[in-house]
């Protein structure tokens, strides 16, 4: 709550308003800091949101979509697939991943062109991706992704690569 406070001007009596915030004391005495290696779904959904919603605030760009592509085998068993959310006309992706079996069939590449896809239906003007030096780097730049930067020695001993593709 802000009370607001009069006060009057030494030149000819005029009015100034001044705005001074109430300190919440009691909320700060309770704040306490949780190291929490096992976060509750509930509590990674209220900080997720809480980031989501400062960006939306921020940018005016409220729409968020998830894009989440999961291969499956003929019962229905989970055999890999592609996580990611698309914000702000960029389609990121944050995990691609095949089972072994399944790997050189080709499911990557379509998990990764249907993502790619539906952003596209959606607006997207491009994607945007993380890599390391031990996974799958030639595989992006073979459907196109550019290294934007890099991160030497994360983790040690390897690099981090930065890629985008432009979808337009």
């Known amino acids: 709550m802000l009370k607001v406070v009069k006060e009057v001007a030494a030149n000819g009596g005029l009015f100034r308003f001044k705005r001074e915030p109430k300190i919440r004391e009691s909320v700060m005495e309770t704040v306490r800091i949780n190291f ?8 990674r959904q209220f900080i997720v949101s809480g980031v989501e919603m400062y960006n939306i605030a921020a940018t005016s760009l409220p729409e968020y979509f998830p894009v989440n592509f999961v291969l499956r085998g003929g019962h229905g068993d989970v055999l890999g697939g592609l996580l990611g959310l698309l914000w702000g006309g960029w389609l990121q ?3 691609l991943w095949v089972a072994e079996a399944a790997r050189g069939a080709g499911h990557g ?7 790619e896809a ?18 799958a780097r030639p595989f992006y730049e073979r459907l196109g992704y550019e290294v934007l930067s890099t991160l030497d020695g994360y983790p040690v001993g390897h690099i981090k690569f930065f890629l985008r593709k432009t979808l337009v």
């Open 36 to 43: 929490e290696p096992f976060i509750s779904e509930a509590a």
């Open 93 to 95: 992706v944050t995990h």
């Open 109 to 115: 590449t379509r998990l990764m062109k249907d993502a």
């Open 118 to 135: 539906y952003a596209r239906s959606l607006g997207a003007i491009g994607v945007t991706l993380e890599t390391y030096s031990f996974q």
